[in-house]
């Protein structure tokens, strides 16, 4: 049971991976290597609500267009 625990685990990681790596590609957002840890804490945080902030703003400039 450990063994399939750590493969879930790991699937999860992948999972977690693939979604920053998303969202920092649709914030055009470079590398940056942090040094505070109130920096490190912060980034996840700007990583996922700066996606639901731009959709609806998003969403709202194509309604504009049409």
Do not use: C, D, W
């Not at 290597?33 to 959709?55: C, D, G, N, Q």
């Amino acid at each position: 049971m450990v063994g399939k625990a750590v493969v879930a685990a790991h699937h999860n990681l992948r999972k977690v991976k693939q979604f920053f790596r998303l969202a920092k590609s649709e914030l055009k957002a470079r590398p940056v290597f942090h040094r505070t840890r109130e920096s490190i804490e912060a980034y996840p945080t700007i990583v996922l609500v700066a996606p639901a902030i731009a959709r609806p703003r998003r969403a709202a400039n194509a309604a504009k267009h049409y």
